[in-house]
């Protein structure tokens, strides 16, 4: 999915664990700027640690905060690209959803992790379909990208339906 996203931008990425998939984005999205935002205290120490040098060079910013929270202090039609990997949970998803919205640029790209009803790793109902569903309805968006995992953990990416 990643050789689909536009190259260069202003990216976010929503739950960052190890940064594993923040390294991906980087080489290969190769982003102008990078935000990588998440509550966990612990996957902010890795993050600062392991993208030291990109944080130096500013192409890297760490947020230790609530992602919708940190969203709403963002410009409106920051970023061209935000990544939602956060709460798997109906309201968190569209909690995160809704911040999103009106932050990325009106050609922007939503794309969310773990597009499936439940996690058979860790037998946990999740909300991403639902909330990802209404919001497509809700506010106009398509599907763009849907992109497949081996045990069905599915990326999708989302826009707004041009008009006209």
């Not at 960052?16 to 984005?25: T, W």
């Not at 120490?45 to 992602?67: G, P, T, Y």
């Not at 995160?96 to 794309?111: F, Q, R, T, V, W």
Request: glycine share 6%.
């Amino acid at each position: 999915m990643l050789e689909k996203i536009p190259k260069g931008g202003v990216c976010a990425e929503v739950g960052i664990l190890k940064g594993d998939y923040s390294r991906y984005i980087l080489d290969i999205v190769k982003p102008q700027k990078l935000h990588l935002i998440d509550i966990d205290s612990k996957s902010i120490k890795i993050a600062r640690k392991r993208f030291e040098d990109e944080i130096e060079q500013n192409l890297v910013e760490v947020h230790r905060e609530d992602s919708s929270t940190f969203l709403s202090t963002v410009p409106d039609a920051t970023f061209d690209w935000i990544y939602i990997d956060g709460d798997h949970s109906y309201e968190g998803v569209k909690r995160d959803l809704e911040a999103a919205h009106s932050k990325i640029k009106p050609d922007g790209l939503i794309s969310l992790n773990d597009y499936i009803f439940f996690g058979s790793s860790d037998l946990t109902k999740y909300g991403i379909i639902e909330a990802t569903n209404e919001f497509c309805i809700e506010y106009d968006y398509e599907l763009v990208h849907f992109a497949l995992h081996g045990r069905m953990y599915n990326d999708v990416t989302i826009r707004r339906i041009k008009k006209g």
